[in-house]
């Protein structure tokens, strides 16, 4: 089993700055992947942002220019610094995380965190 624990998200007005943290852990798991998904009241849940164990980052169109995705894989720990926020980011963000365990694959979600952004 893989704990995944976010942190990071609170009330923010436009044009303001937000950092999300995401903290996986499990004995003998590897963390491969590792995303962002937010969900919007009423809207389905989107793919925000991923980034590989080699450090490679996709980005919905929507964030590019204003989100950056990172990692720390010696903490597998996944960050989003959410820069130049808008009232449309308002979403609960959740971390999913992808894991190897022996031969088999896993995925995990963490319970999401609340992201506001008004004036």
């Known amino acids: 089993q893989v704990q995944v624990v976010e942190s990071g998200g609170g009330y923010v007005q436009p044009g303001g700055s937000l950092r999300l943290s995401c903290a996986a852990s499990?004995?003998?798991?590897?963390?491969?992947?590792m995303e962002w998904h937010r969900q919007a009241p009423g809207k389905q849940r989107e793919l925000v942002a991923d980034?590989?164990?080699?450090?490679?980052?996709n980005y919905v169109d929507s964030v590019k220019g204003r989100f950056t995705i990172s990692r720390d894989n010696a903490k597998n720990t996944v960050y989003l610094q959410m820069n130049s926020l808008k009232p449309e980011d308002t979403a609960v963000y959740y971390c999913?995380?992808?894991?190897?365990?022996?031969?088999?694959?896993?995925?995990?979600w963490g319970q999401g965190t609340q992201v506001t952004v008004s004036s």
């Open positions: 980034i590989t164990s080699g450090g490679s980052t």
């Open positions: 999913k995380v992808r894991a190897r365990y022996d031969l088999r694959q896993y995925i995990y």
């Open positions: 499990g004995n003998g798991f590897a963390i491969n992947d």
